[in-house]
Protein backbone atom coordinates (compact mmCIF):
# COMPACT_ATOMS: atom_id res chain seq x y z
CA UNK A 1 0.00 0.00 0.00
CA UNK A 2 1.87 3.29 -1.43
CA UNK A 3 0.96 6.21 -1.81
CA UNK A 4 2.38 9.26 -3.92
CA UNK A 5 2.54 12.44 -2.72
CA UNK A 6 3.15 14.83 -5.84
CA UNK A 7 5.45 18.39 -5.13
CA UNK A 8 5.05 21.48 -6.94
CA UNK A 9 7.20 23.92 -6.29
CA UNK A 10 5.05 25.60 -3.73
CA UNK A 11 3.23 22.64 -2.06
CA UNK A 12 2.96 23.11 1.46
CA UNK A 13 0.79 20.28 2.59
CA UNK A 14 2.90 17.47 0.93
CA UNK A 15 4.62 16.71 4.52
CA UNK A 16 1.22 16.84 5.74
CA UNK A 17 -0.06 14.15 3.81
CA UNK A 18 2.96 11.93 3.96
CA UNK A 19 3.06 12.05 7.67
CA UNK A 20 -0.80 10.95 7.54
CA UNK A 21 -0.35 7.81 5.09
CA UNK A 22 3.20 6.81 6.73
CA UNK A 23 3.24 8.04 10.61
CA UNK A 24 -0.76 7.53 11.34
CA UNK A 25 -1.88 5.13 8.98
CA UNK A 26 1.43 2.78 8.59
CA UNK A 27 1.55 2.86 4.94
CA UNK A 28 4.18 3.48 2.34
CA UNK A 29 4.50 6.76 0.99
CA UNK A 30 6.65 8.57 -1.35
CA UNK A 31 7.13 12.15 -2.47
CA UNK A 32 6.90 12.47 -6.22
CA UNK A 33 9.04 15.80 -7.81
CA UNK A 34 6.46 17.47 -10.60
CA UNK A 35 9.51 17.11 -13.21
CA UNK A 36 9.52 13.53 -12.14
CA UNK A 37 8.33 11.25 -14.78
CA UNK A 38 7.08 7.81 -13.11
CA UNK A 39 4.51 8.11 -9.91
CA UNK A 40 6.77 4.87 -8.83
CA UNK A 41 4.25 2.03 -8.22
CA UNK A 42 1.85 3.89 -6.05
CA UNK A 43 -1.22 2.72 -5.44
CA UNK A 44 -2.54 6.11 -4.54
CA UNK A 45 -1.81 9.40 -5.77
CA UNK A 46 -2.16 12.91 -3.83
CA UNK A 47 -2.09 16.04 -5.18
CA UNK A 48 -1.41 18.14 -2.05
CA UNK A 49 -2.73 21.67 -1.25
CA UNK A 50 -0.44 24.99 -1.39
CA UNK A 51 0.61 27.41 -3.91
CA UNK A 52 1.73 25.29 -7.05
CA UNK A 53 3.98 27.71 -9.10
CA UNK A 54 2.79 30.63 -6.53
CA UNK A 55 -0.97 30.64 -8.09
CA UNK A 56 0.53 32.78 -10.84
CA UNK A 57 -1.93 33.54 -13.87
CA UNK A 58 -4.98 31.10 -11.81
CA UNK A 59 -4.39 28.50 -9.21
CA UNK A 60 -3.42 25.17 -10.72
CA UNK A 61 -2.94 26.99 -14.09
CA UNK A 62 1.00 26.18 -14.74
CA UNK A 63 1.18 22.56 -12.47
CA UNK A 64 -1.43 21.34 -14.68
CA UNK A 65 1.41 21.46 -17.36
CA UNK A 66 4.21 20.03 -15.18
CA UNK A 67 5.73 16.65 -16.84
CA UNK A 68 4.30 14.53 -13.73
CA UNK A 69 0.74 15.27 -14.63
CA UNK A 70 1.51 13.40 -17.62
CA UNK A 71 1.58 10.00 -15.68
CA UNK A 72 -1.06 11.54 -13.04
CA UNK A 73 -3.48 11.40 -15.98
CA UNK A 74 -2.61 8.24 -17.60
CA UNK A 75 -3.01 6.36 -13.65
CA UNK A 76 -5.88 8.23 -13.24
CA UNK A 77 -7.28 7.32 -16.75
CA UNK A 78 -6.57 3.37 -15.52
CA UNK A 79 -8.59 3.51 -12.64
CA UNK A 80 -6.55 4.49 -10.29
CA UNK A 81 -7.62 6.43 -7.10
CA UNK A 82 -6.00 10.53 -7.07
CA UNK A 83 -7.23 12.91 -4.30
CA UNK A 84 -6.72 16.57 -5.29
CA UNK A 85 -7.11 18.39 -2.00
CA UNK A 86 -7.15 22.12 -2.03
CA UNK A 87 -4.56 23.37 -4.65
CA UNK A 88 -4.95 20.03 -5.79
CA UNK A 89 -8.17 20.09 -6.73
CA UNK A 90 -7.81 23.67 -8.18
CA UNK A 91 -5.15 21.33 -10.34
CA UNK A 92 -7.42 18.59 -11.48
CA UNK A 93 -9.92 20.96 -12.48
CA UNK A 94 -7.58 23.30 -14.56
CA UNK A 95 -6.36 19.65 -16.08
CA UNK A 96 -9.83 19.10 -16.78
CA UNK A 97 -9.34 15.58 -14.57
CA UNK A 98 -12.60 16.86 -12.84
CA UNK A 99 -15.18 19.46 -14.49
CA UNK A 100 -15.51 22.78 -13.66
CA UNK A 101 -13.23 25.78 -11.92
CA UNK A 102 -12.72 27.98 -9.29
CA UNK A 103 -13.53 31.07 -8.97
CA UNK A 104 -12.37 33.88 -5.74
CA UNK A 105 -13.95 32.84 -2.36
CA UNK A 106 -16.85 35.25 -2.36
CA UNK A 107 -15.93 36.99 0.94
CA UNK A 108 -12.93 38.31 -1.22
CA UNK A 109 -10.82 36.77 2.00
CA UNK A 110 -8.74 33.86 2.69
CA UNK A 111 -10.79 31.72 4.42
CA UNK A 112 -9.12 29.48 7.28
CA UNK A 113 -11.31 28.00 9.17
CA UNK A 114 -12.96 24.55 10.45
CA UNK A 115 -16.09 24.02 8.46
CA UNK A 116 -18.27 21.00 8.61
CA UNK A 117 -18.79 18.83 4.94
CA UNK A 118 -21.11 16.07 4.56
CA UNK A 119 -20.14 12.98 3.13
CA UNK A 120 -22.86 12.84 0.08
CA UNK A 121 -21.93 9.69 -1.79
CA UNK A 122 -19.83 6.61 -0.48
CA UNK A 123 -18.89 4.91 -3.82
CA UNK A 124 -15.99 6.71 -4.65
CA UNK A 125 -12.40 5.12 -3.72
CA UNK A 126 -11.93 7.95 -0.89
CA UNK A 127 -15.38 7.52 0.98
CA UNK A 128 -15.69 3.81 1.41
CA UNK A 129 -15.42 3.85 4.99
CA UNK A 130 -17.76 6.59 5.65
CA UNK A 131 -21.32 6.54 6.34
CA UNK A 132 -23.99 8.36 3.56
CA UNK A 133 -24.79 11.57 5.27
CA UNK A 134 -21.79 11.24 7.79
CA UNK A 135 -20.68 15.36 8.64
CA UNK A 136 -17.11 15.52 9.08
CA UNK A 137 -15.45 18.60 10.88
CA UNK A 138 -12.56 19.79 9.00
CA UNK A 139 -10.44 22.81 8.07
CA UNK A 140 -10.67 24.93 5.11
CA UNK A 141 -7.55 27.53 4.24
CA UNK A 142 -8.23 28.98 0.72
CA UNK A 143 -9.11 31.89 -1.16
CA UNK A 144 -10.19 30.95 -4.35
CA UNK A 145 -12.47 27.55 -3.63
CA UNK A 146 -16.13 29.23 -5.04
CA UNK A 147 -16.53 26.21 -7.34
CA UNK A 148 -18.20 27.22 -10.30
CA UNK A 149 -19.74 25.13 -13.37
CA UNK A 150 -22.11 25.77 -15.81
CA UNK A 151 -25.79 25.03 -15.70
CA UNK A 152 -25.72 21.82 -17.40
CA UNK A 153 -22.46 20.53 -16.25
CA UNK A 154 -23.91 21.24 -12.40
CA UNK A 155 -27.14 19.39 -13.73
CA UNK A 156 -24.74 16.39 -15.00
CA UNK A 157 -22.67 16.48 -11.35
CA UNK A 158 -26.33 16.16 -9.99
CA UNK A 159 -27.54 13.75 -12.26
CA UNK A 160 -24.37 11.22 -12.36
CA UNK A 161 -24.06 11.59 -8.36
CA UNK A 162 -20.64 13.20 -8.64
CA UNK A 163 -20.68 15.80 -5.70
CA UNK A 164 -19.41 14.06 -3.16
CA UNK A 165 -19.03 17.01 -0.16
CA UNK A 166 -21.17 19.63 0.55
CA UNK A 167 -20.60 22.35 3.09
CA UNK A 168 -23.13 22.04 5.93
CA UNK A 169 -23.82 23.38 9.22
CA UNK A 170 -22.96 20.92 12.20
CA UNK A 171 -26.21 19.35 11.84
CA UNK A 172 -25.73 18.47 8.41
CA UNK A 173 -28.36 20.76 6.93
CA UNK A 174 -27.49 22.55 3.45
CA UNK A 175 -27.39 26.55 4.68
CA UNK A 176 -26.19 29.46 2.70
CA UNK A 177 -24.80 30.20 6.23
CA UNK A 178 -22.87 27.06 6.62
CA UNK A 179 -21.19 27.80 2.58
CA UNK A 180 -17.67 29.88 3.57
CA UNK A 181 -16.80 30.24 -0.35
CA UNK A 182 -19.75 30.71 -2.34
CA UNK A 183 -19.81 27.13 -4.06
CA UNK A 184 -22.75 26.40 -6.29
CA UNK A 185 -24.82 24.52 -4.53
CA UNK A 186 -22.29 24.04 -1.38
CA UNK A 187 -20.12 21.98 -3.16
CA UNK A 188 -16.90 20.89 -1.08
CA UNK A 189 -15.79 17.86 -3.07
CA UNK A 190 -16.94 15.94 -6.49
CA UNK A 191 -15.69 12.67 -8.39
CA UNK A 192 -15.33 12.32 -11.78
CA UNK A 193 -17.43 10.13 -13.91
CA UNK A 194 -15.64 7.15 -12.93
CA UNK A 195 -15.46 7.90 -9.27
CA UNK A 196 -11.97 7.12 -8.87
CA UNK A 197 -10.46 10.82 -9.22
CA UNK A 198 -11.85 13.18 -6.02
CA UNK A 199 -11.28 16.79 -5.46
CA UNK A 200 -12.23 18.64 -2.07
CA UNK A 201 -11.18 22.39 -0.95
CA UNK A 202 -11.52 21.41 2.99
CA UNK A 203 -8.18 19.63 4.37
CA UNK A 204 -8.61 15.81 5.74
CA UNK A 205 -5.14 15.71 6.08
CA UNK A 206 -4.92 18.81 9.11
CA UNK A 207 -7.70 16.64 10.86
CA UNK A 208 -6.00 13.37 11.40
CA UNK A 209 -5.44 13.17 14.79
CA UNK A 210 -7.13 14.51 17.97
CA UNK A 211 -4.28 16.01 19.21
CA UNK A 212 -4.18 18.65 16.14
CA UNK A 213 -7.70 19.56 16.84
CA UNK A 214 -10.17 16.69 15.29
CA UNK A 215 -9.67 13.33 13.13
CA UNK A 216 -12.14 13.73 11.05
CA UNK A 217 -10.59 13.51 7.83
CA UNK A 218 -8.93 10.30 8.92
CA UNK A 219 -11.67 8.06 7.19
CA UNK A 220 -11.08 9.21 3.92
CA UNK A 221 -7.21 7.85 4.12
CA UNK A 222 -8.88 4.88 5.54
CA UNK A 223 -11.31 4.68 3.33
CA UNK A 224 -8.81 4.68 0.50
CA UNK A 225 -6.46 2.01 1.99
CA UNK A 226 -9.47 -0.65 2.47
CA UNK A 227 -10.62 0.24 -1.35
CA UNK A 228 -7.04 -1.07 -2.39
CA UNK A 229 -6.49 -3.55 0.03
CA UNK A 230 -9.97 -4.72 -1.62
CA UNK A 231 -8.82 -4.56 -4.92
CA UNK A 232 -11.40 -1.72 -5.64
CA UNK A 233 -9.68 1.19 -7.82
CA UNK A 234 -6.83 -0.73 -8.60
CA UNK A 235 -5.11 0.94 -11.49
CA UNK A 236 -5.22 -1.46 -14.29
CA UNK A 237 -1.40 -1.95 -14.83
CA UNK A 238 -0.21 -1.84 -18.27
CA UNK B 1 4.74 41.65 -33.30
CA UNK B 2 2.99 42.31 -30.89
CA UNK B 3 -0.30 40.84 -29.43
CA UNK B 4 -2.67 42.02 -26.74
CA UNK B 5 -4.82 39.69 -24.58
CA UNK B 6 -7.59 40.86 -22.91
CA UNK B 7 -9.28 37.83 -20.73
CA UNK B 8 -12.40 38.49 -19.19
CA UNK B 9 -14.65 36.52 -16.56
CA UNK B 10 -17.76 35.28 -18.98
CA UNK B 11 -20.69 37.21 -18.00
CA UNK B 12 -22.62 34.28 -16.94
CA UNK B 13 -20.06 34.47 -14.14
CA UNK B 14 -20.07 36.07 -10.97
CA UNK B 15 -17.31 38.62 -10.48
CA UNK B 16 -16.96 39.04 -6.71
CA UNK B 17 -13.44 41.47 -7.26
CA UNK B 18 -15.51 43.36 -10.06
CA UNK B 19 -18.27 43.74 -7.47
CA UNK B 20 -16.16 45.12 -4.27
CA UNK B 21 -14.05 47.57 -6.83
CA UNK B 22 -17.93 48.75 -8.32
CA UNK B 23 -18.71 49.58 -4.24
CA UNK B 24 -15.71 51.14 -3.55
CA UNK B 25 -16.10 53.39 -6.19
CA UNK B 26 -19.27 53.90 -4.96
CA UNK B 27 -18.48 54.87 -1.75
CA UNK B 28 -15.98 57.45 -3.73
CA UNK B 29 -19.14 59.55 -5.25
CA UNK B 30 -18.59 57.56 -8.52
CA UNK B 31 -22.52 56.80 -8.72
CA UNK B 32 -22.50 56.91 -12.71
CA UNK B 33 -20.04 53.84 -12.83
CA UNK B 34 -23.40 50.97 -12.90
CA UNK B 35 -20.71 48.08 -13.34
CA UNK B 36 -17.15 46.75 -13.15
CA UNK B 37 -15.88 43.51 -14.18
CA UNK B 38 -11.95 42.61 -14.19
CA UNK B 39 -9.89 40.65 -16.09
CA UNK B 40 -6.50 39.89 -17.16
CA UNK B 41 -3.92 41.68 -19.54
CA UNK B 42 -1.34 40.26 -21.46
CA UNK B 43 1.15 41.82 -23.87
CA UNK B 44 2.90 39.03 -26.20
CA UNK B 45 6.17 39.87 -28.32
CA UNK B 46 5.57 37.37 -31.18
CA UNK B 47 7.87 35.91 -34.10
CA UNK B 48 5.24 35.38 -37.10
CA UNK B 49 5.75 36.81 -40.59
CA UNK B 50 2.07 37.76 -40.56
CA UNK B 51 -0.71 39.66 -38.61
CA UNK B 52 -2.61 36.20 -39.19
CA UNK B 53 -0.17 34.03 -38.15
CA UNK B 54 0.41 36.01 -34.95
CA UNK B 55 -3.35 35.58 -34.27
CA UNK B 56 -2.99 32.04 -34.59
CA UNK B 57 -0.49 31.31 -32.73
CA UNK B 58 -1.56 33.89 -29.58
CA UNK B 59 -5.28 32.13 -29.86
CA UNK B 60 -3.91 28.77 -29.15
CA UNK B 61 -2.09 30.32 -26.28
CA UNK B 62 -4.61 31.59 -25.11
CA UNK B 63 -7.14 28.72 -25.61
CA UNK B 64 -4.35 26.43 -23.36
CA UNK B 65 -3.14 28.86 -20.96
CA UNK B 66 -4.07 32.18 -20.75
CA UNK B 67 -7.36 31.60 -20.11
CA UNK B 68 -9.58 28.93 -18.64
CA UNK B 69 -12.78 28.30 -21.11
CA UNK B 70 -14.84 27.39 -18.27
CA UNK B 71 -14.98 30.84 -16.48
CA UNK B 72 -13.52 33.19 -19.13
CA UNK B 73 -13.32 34.38 -22.62
CA UNK B 74 -10.77 36.82 -24.53
CA UNK B 75 -10.00 38.73 -26.82
CA UNK B 76 -6.75 39.15 -29.24
CA UNK B 77 -5.51 42.72 -30.82
CA UNK B 78 -2.49 42.58 -33.15
CA UNK B 79 -0.44 45.60 -34.00
CA UNK B 80 1.67 45.49 -36.85
CA UNK B 81 4.49 47.36 -36.88
CA UNK B 82 5.27 49.45 -40.04
CA UNK B 83 9.03 49.13 -41.06
CA UNK B 84 10.82 51.45 -41.61
Known amino acids: MKFAVVVFPGSNCDHDAYHVATDVLGAEAAFVW?????????????????????????????????????????????????????????????????????????????QCEYVHVKVEQIDTPFTVACTKGQVLRIPIAHGEGNYYAEPEVLARLQ????????????????????????????????????RNVVGLMPHPERACELSLGSSDGRVLFESVMKAVSEGAFAPART | MRARVFVTLKPSVFDPQGTTVTEALHSLGYDAVKDVRQGKYFELEVDARSADEARRVVSEAADRLLANP???????EIEERVAV
Do not use: W
Open chain 1, 34 to 110: HKDTSLGGADVVVLPGGFAHGDYLRTGAIARFSPVMNEVRRFAMAGGPVIGICNGFQVLTESGLLPGAMLRNTSLQY
Open chain 1, 159 to 194: RNRQIVFRYTNAAGEVTPEANPNGSLDNIAGLCNET
Open chain 2, 70 to 76: VIESYRI
